[in-house]
């Protein structure tokens, strides 16, 4: 519906501008009220008719005053502005030493494109202006805030989040991804009340304890339920706000976190926040993931990822680590090859003297000790198995004893006179001097140009725990922009090249650093039971394509743990694929499981990695999922049993996103069994009984349309 004046599918610029916008998606439906001074979220959430009186949806929210309030309640802007007497968190903080703080701006100038919105406010007397972008894809909303310095002095910038988003009273709790290295995107359900969340993010890089993605949620199931997700997409610093205020009103505000001094705008610069990116769904946890990954699936950068299956990988990591030879790697590249790899990885150690993690980051050179003729041979041998060759990087890093530390140390980001912090023995370039990125651009070129590398893994060690310059100031969002700047460098002159994202496992997985990178290595946890709840917290936000899962030695070197071929390969078939293990000192019958599982993921990768994903409400000590194709004519299921039920017999499973009216074919095929047919209505409605399993024991199901609609 039309509130604008606008044209569909044009560009609407509106000088007198309406009293409401509106921006529909496929199921929701966002109205912004411009009739004050400052530009309101109306609505955001399931779709409107298309008649609504959008006057009557703001009228519903007017409120009498209340007893020891202000007579009128201040308003939540897109950015809420300390001027308008807001009592949260405000959008915008900035000052002229110490004046022009209390920001207020008013609405100048509304635009919508088809899909877009954009709303200028102006703050004249104080020399800001801002712009609120608005773009509404799928289910998904994608907000950003510029503010532009239009004053004659600098202006110092404390926060410029992106626009806040209302959170409804039936959102009761909040979802929290957080964890460790090795236990990344781990879920903690945390009630609502007065007052705010808030994580802030000081690593400099995403970081693995306060991924920037939170739920707000009506029931906690994976099923049923409305529930809003927010993901920030930026790869570094960075503050998730989520507040009640004691007026009943709710919201979400994310942006990137300046250290003190980082962001000064000059007469006329502009900063433009990250996007924060939300999805909305009445489909529970997972529905907001569905919506999130079809939002993800169909960036433009996704068609070359869908142009092909995406090739198996082989990883070095875990069976050689540090200690590489060409012959060792050149058996396991054959071995790799015999049971169907087709990406083979040589990760860290090739460098010269990295026979440890003290040494040889920084200068990118391949040992000739122990490579005397370059990679070439192990290359050619890979290829020659038809596998690509991928290899490890860590671009942004240095050892103090190599030779770009000991030519330019005034490249090493610190702080003095404060002492540097030892972290894994390295220490960070500084990203943001284009003469830094142009050393390590030279660097990767000279490798990409010798050797015929079809991926790039690049890898990033360490916090950013003293992001100082050489110029003395804060250099922790400058970094992470170089660090962007270089890899859209890389991708524009070797666009054939794939590059995964790693931070000492899931450190960086945010949508900012997946705009340039193809991969993103989960985890260093490669056990597959804790796996399994690293991909099902990262399943919520990316697509199993984009998801690194390897199969491990049977022997986790982080937990000690145990665990079968067979419940390896069933975590691991639904990420992008890949092994991570001395193949050479596995058994023949752990090779020949492995050489199924692999046949069995390329049967069913296609669907893997295009499906709709339904994680379903299971008992504590179990987790269940299925990947169901659009058409709903096909799918994959999965459970596994962690720990042993608490009865002789698991709950059925009731299976989810099938055709209730079709019948379905349903055959265990990991460990294969008989088939049974029903409706998708009886699966998903009764559900199909697990067979009797041990703990540290999984089951994969096909389900095949055989009639019906
Ligand atoms: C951390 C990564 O997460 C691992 O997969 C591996 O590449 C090591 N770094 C190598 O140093």
């Known amino acids: 519906m039309m509130d604008d004046g606008g044209v569909n599918g044009q560009s609407a610029v509106m000088s007198a501008h309406p009293p409401f916008v509106r921006l529909d998606g496929a199921r929701t439906t966002l109205v912004v009220d411009c009739r004050g001074d400052v530009p309101t979220v109306a609505h955001w959430g399931r779709r409107l008719a298309a008649d609504t009186d959008l006057a009557a949806l703001a009228a519903l929210a007017q409120r009498e005053a209340a007893p020891g309030a202000p007579s009128t309640t201040p308003p939540m802007g897109l950015s809420p502005l300390i001027g308008s007497g807001w009592p949260g968190r405000p959008g915008v903080s900035a000052h002229r030493s110490g004046r022009d703080w209390a920001t207020w701006a008013q609405i100048a100038r509304v635009t919508r494109t088809d899909g877009t919105l954009e709303i200028v406010s102006d703050g004249a007397a104080q020399g800001i202006l801002m712009l609120h972008r608005m773009r509404l894809s799928g289910d998904v909303l994608t907000v950003s805030t510029t503010l532009t310095n239009t004053g004659e002095t600098p202006l110092r910038v404390e926060a410029c989040d992106a626009p806040a988003l209302p959170v409804p009273a039936h959102l009761t709790h909040w979802l929290s991804f957080e964890g460790r290295w090795a236990g990344e995107f781990q879920t903690r359900r945390i009630e609502r009340g007065i007052g705010a969340i808030a994580r802030e993010n000081r690593r400099g890089r995403t970081s693995h304890d306060a991924f920037p993605l939170l739920l707000a949620e009506e029931t906690g199931s994976e099923t049923a339920g409305e529930a809003l997700g927010f993901h920030l997409a930026w790869s570094g610093n960075h503050r998730m706000w989520a507040e009640t205020l004691n007026d009943a009103r709710g919201y979400a505000m994310f942006g990137a976190l300046f250290l003190p001094g980082e962001l000064t705008l000059a007469p006329g610069a502009s900063y433009t926040s990250p996007d924060l990116v939300v999805a909305w769904s009445d489909a529970g946890r997972s529905g907001i993931a569905r919506a999130f990954q079809a939002h993800v699936r169909a960036r433009p950068q996704h068609d070359r990822l869908r142009a092909r299956p995406r090739p198996v990988h082989y990883n070095s990591w875990e069976a050689v680590y540090f200690d590489h030879s060409p012959d060792r790697l050149m058996a396991l590249a054959d071995a790799a090859a015999n049971i169907g790899v087709e990406r083979f990885v040589l990760d860290d150690g090739w460098m010269t003297g990295r026979r440890s993690d003290r040494v040889g980051l920084g200068d990118w050179t391949v040992d000739r000790g122990v490579y005397p003729k370059g990679l070439h041979p192990l290359i050619e041998r890979v290829r020659g198995q038809g596998m690509e060759f991928g290899l490890w990087v860590e671009p942004e890093m240095c050892t103090p004893d190599s030779e770009v530390a000991r030519a330019h140390p005034d490249w090493i980001l610190a702080c003095p006179p404060a002492p540097q912090l030892d972290f894994r023995h390295q220490f960070?370039?500084?990203?943001?001097?284009?003469?830094?990125?142009?050393?390590?651009?030279?660097?990767?070129?000279?490798?990409?140009?010798?050797?015929?590398?079809?991926?790039?893994?690049?890898?990033?060690?360490?916090?950013?725990?003293?992001?100082?310059?050489?110029?003395?100031?804060?250099?922790?969002?400058?970094?992470?922009?170089?660090?962007?700047?270089?890899?859209d460098r890389l991708r524009e002159h070797y666009p054939a090249v794939e590059v995964e994202t790693c931070a000492s496992g899931g450190g960086r997985a945010d949508l900012g650093m997946l705009a340039r990178t193809d991969r993103v290595w989960a985890s260093d946890t490669n056990d597959a039971l804790d796996r399994l709840t690293v991909q099902r917290g990262l399943s919520t936000l990316l697509p199993p394509e984009l998801v690194g899962s390897h199969v491990g030695p049977a022997t986790c070197h982080i937990t000690g743990r145990h665990l079968s071929m067979r419940l390896r390969v069933a975590t691991a078939i639904f990420g992008h694929f890949g092994v991570e293990a001395d193949l050479t000192a596995m058994s023949d019958a752990d090779r020949a499981q492995l050489a199924a599982g692999i046949a069995l993921h390329k049967r069913h990768r296609d669907l893997i990695h295009s499906g709709a994903l339904y994680r379903l409400d299971r008992p504590a000590g179990e987790i269940a999922f299925g990947?169901?194709?659009?058409?709903?004519?096909?799918?994959?299921?999965?459970?596994?049993?962690?720990?042993?039920?608490?009865?002789?017999?698991?709950?059925?499973?009731?299976?989810?996103?099938?055709?209730?009216?079709?019948?379905?074919?349903?055959?265990?095929?990991?460990?294969?069994?008989?088939?049974?047919?029903?409706?998708?209505?009886?699966?998903?409605?009764?559900?199909?009984?697990?067979?009797?399993?041990?703990p540290q024991h999984a089951i994969i199901w096909t389900v095949e349309a055989t009639r019906g609609s």
């Open 428 to 487: 960070v370039l500084d990203f943001s001097r284009a003469e830094v990125r142009d050393h390590v651009w030279r660097q990767l070129a000279a490798l990409l140009d010798e050797y015929p590398i079809a991926y790039l893994k690049w890898d990033m060690n360490r916090d950013l725990s003293h992001a100082g310059g050489a110029d003395g100031r804060a250099a922790a969002v400058a970094h992470v922009e170089g660090v962007y700047a270089l890899l």
């Open 627 to 694: 990947i169901v194709a659009a058409t709903a004519r096909t799918g994959l299921f999965s459970l596994t049993q962690i720990t042993a039920p608490v009865a002789s017999f698991a709950t059925p499973l009731r299976l989810a996103g099938l055709d209730p009216a079709a019948t379905y074919r349903v055959t265990p095929v990991w460990p294969a069994g008989e088939a049974l047919t029903a409706t998708g209505e009886l699966l998903m409605h009764i559900g199909v009984q697990p067979p009797r399993l041990q």
